[in-house]
């Protein structure tokens, strides 16, 4: 595995600050733009009945929130394409950051939660979006 420099630039969390805002912004505005597959199993995941035990938290579902968006409303196929939309400036002032986002080209879901906060259970959402979408074509 390849070691990467120290730098504090990879541990200042750049996207997740830029996005917090649009996220939410997004989610108050009713999730707009999203497929109608998204739309369907965002109802089904979030507007369960609140007695019901298999709810997501708060942090899951924003987790969830937060890598649907980066795809479906900003559309960025790449880490380097997020960051160019979110926080550009970021590339700019810390080459180290630079040269590692831009030599991954393929799409990157990632998503920072404390252990023990259900990021199994995210992941396993974003798949079921992920195949749900391909299947209808979306």
Excluded at 62 to 80: D, W
Excluded at 100 to 116: D, H, L, N, Q, W
Aim: hydrophobic content about 40%; glycine content about 4%.
């Amino acid at each position: 595995m390849a070691k990467r420099k120290n730098s504090t630039a990879f541990s200042q969390m750049y996207l997740g600050k830029a996005l917090e805002g649009e996220v939410q912004a997004w989610v108050d505005q009713g999730y707009n733009g999203l497929t109608q597959t998204t739309l369907e199993l965002f109802n089904y995941w979030f507007n369960r009945d609140q007695d019901t035990p298999e709810q997501f938290y708060p942090c899951q579902r924003r987790a969830i929130e937060t890598v649907i968006y980066c795809c479906e409303i900003l559309k960025a196929e790449n880490l380097q394409e997020l960051f160019e939309k979110v926080a550009p400036e970021a590339l700019y002032q810390h080459l180290p950051l630079k040269n590692e986002v831009e030599s991954i080209r393929f799409p990157k879901y990632a998503v920072k939660m404390a252990t023990g906060s259900g990021k199994t259970w995210v992941l396993a959402a974003v798949l079921v979006w992920q195949y749900f979408n391909k299947l209808n074509e979306e």
